[in-house]
């Protein structure tokens, strides 16, 4: 006896616990790969693939928004280019422009400066540049008609302070500068006035807006777009279906939204269209026509205050 079955039980030992650990290591779920891409990108899955900087330089910046800086703008030298990737470097990692591959990825950037340009836009004609070339024109409201102030009791406002729209996907209401405010850890229920001062601020709280639901059990506009959204029943019956579309209903509810052909919702989308354009992706990108309007969609929150 001895030394040869020693040796053989040994040899099925090893042979045994190498079929455990194959077995367990096929059980165990696969784990998420993190990368890590610098100040732009660390700690996620999202940041294996491009980043935004890849995909969208400063010169497609330019293009977008040629006219932010001519005389008759109404914010010359505030936007540019690094304000806006190092405010998106806080959302890169959470999937904001790193999901989906290439041409999704594109497609939000696209999405989401539409929203911007379409907010921020002077409008001015078609002689110079036509009417899309005008996003980014303002940082703030220019003559506000009230100082948008409710009674709150989380979020009071402060005597003396004015809560019209600022940034660049404009912040309204005392109550709405006290959300962004805490999200971003910054006090803009006293200071309201940082968005119109720091572009990277303006951008984060615009950033941080399309990434966050509006109201619990509510999708993003991120999520809505990137197809981490599944339409329930009720969604299907009130035709909210994925895409761009239902990316102004997250964030404008039914002033946009369910009015028919409304002026406001086709420019939001003329200037989606008009960047996917100018980046190269092509507006037959953004899918058919349903899922880019919501002329006849019902609002996700019919009494929505929440970003107008
Ligand atoms: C990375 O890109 C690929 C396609 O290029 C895509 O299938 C994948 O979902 C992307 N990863 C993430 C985390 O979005
Ligand atoms: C602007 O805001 C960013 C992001 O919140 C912050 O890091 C930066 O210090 C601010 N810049 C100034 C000049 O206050
Ligand atoms: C679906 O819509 C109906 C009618 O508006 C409403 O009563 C019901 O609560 C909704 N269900 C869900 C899950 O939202
Ligand atoms: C467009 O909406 C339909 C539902 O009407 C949906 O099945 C489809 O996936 C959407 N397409 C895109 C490109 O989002
Ligand atoms: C449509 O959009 C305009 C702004 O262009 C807005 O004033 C109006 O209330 C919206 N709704 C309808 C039903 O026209």
């Given amino acids: 006896m001895g030394s040869k079955s020693t040796v053989l039980i040994a040899l099925l030992t090893v042979v045994v616990v190498m079929m455990m650990t194959d077995l367990s290591l096929a059980a165990s779920p696969k784990k998420e790969k993190a990368c890590d891409k610098g100040w732009e990108c660390k700690g996620t899955a999202h940041c294996c693939n491009h980043t935004i900087s890849d995909l969208f330089q400063v010169d497609n910046f330019e293009e977008l928004f040629a006219k932010r800086n001519t005389p008759v703008a109404h914010a010359v030298g505030f936007w540019d280019y690094r304000s806006f990737i190092t405010a998106s470097a806080q959302f890169q990692p959470h999937g904001f422009g790193t999901t989906g591959g290439k041409q999704m990825q594109m497609k939000e950037v696209a999405a989401f400066l539409g929203h911007v340009g379409s907010k921020t836009s002077c409008g001015y004609g078609v002689a110079t540049g036509g009417p899309y070339a005008w996003g980014l024109c303002y940082n703030h409201e220019l003559s506000p008609s009230k100082s948008y102030c409710n009674e709150d009791y989380v979020y009071p406002c402060t005597p003396g302070v004015e809560y019209y729209g600022r940034g ?81 209903n997250a964030l404008y509810g039914d002033q946009v939204c369910g009015q028919g052909d409304n002026d406001s919702m086709n420019n939001i989308v003329s200037h989606y269209l008009y960047y996917l354009d100018l980046m190269g992706v092509g507006r037959e990108a953004a899918g058919p026509h349903e899922n880019v309007t919501c002329a006849e969609q019902a609002a996700f929150n019919p009494t929505a205050t929440a970003s107008l």
Avoid: C
């Fill in 168 to 248: 660049a996907i404009p912040v309204y209401w005392n109550y709405n500068y006290g959300v962004a405010g805490d999200a971003l850890k910054v006090d803009l229920l006293s200071h309201p006035e940082y968005l119109e001062q720091n572009a990277t601020l303006a951008f984060q709280a615009a950033i941080w807006r399309w990434m966050t639901p509006v109201k619990k059990k509510q999708p993003s506009a991120h999520d809505v777009f990137v197809g981490n959204w599944k339409p329930t029943k009720n969604d299907t019956l009130a035709k909210r279906v994925p895409g761009f579309g239902t990316t102004m």
